[in-house]
């Protein structure tokens, strides 16, 4: 059975800094591109960044760029997502997530689900 668990997530404010943590189970991570999502009340689900399974190519959103890192220790099974210089607007629960395909930002794209995790940025 296939199983993320995201942790890390909390209360935090503006300016501080979350490591989120994704520990996968039933799969192997490195045959996975492993992505980062977040949801806002009321919103869509966003793509946040993500890891490619082969060369581990990193891709993120414009909104975090230079400000999230995105990474994976295959041989923990766990992908990582280090956020610095938070904001208000970074407010969401996040949800890792597993894809077969190399490269992708789309949810529908991904066929593992973890739970999520709330990251709640104070002003």
């Known amino acids: 059975q296939v199983q993320l668990v995201e942790s890390g997530g909390g209360l935090v404010q503006a300016g501080g800094s979350l490591r989120l943590s994704c520990a996968a189970s039933?799969?192997?991570?490195?045959?996975?591109?492993m992505g980062w999502f977040r949801q806002a009340p009321g919103k869509e689900r966003e793509f946040v960044a993500s890891?490619?399974?082969?060369?581990?190519?990193?891709d993120y959103a414009d909104s975090v760029k230079g400000r999230f890192t995105i990474s994976r220790a295959d041989a923990k099974n766990t992908a990582y997502l280090q956020m610095n210089s938070l904001k208000p607007e970074d407010t969401a629960v996040y949800y890792c997530?597993?894809?077969?395909?190399?490269?992708?930002?789309?949810?529908?794209?991904?066929?593992?689900w973890g739970q999520g995790t709330q990251v709640t940025v104070s002003s």
């Open positions: 997530a597993a894809s077969a395909d190399l490269i992708a930002r789309t949810a529908r794209r991904y066929t593992y």
């Open positions: 039933g799969l192997t991570l490195s045959s996975y591109t």
């Open positions: 890891i490619s399974w082969s060369g581990g190519r990193t």
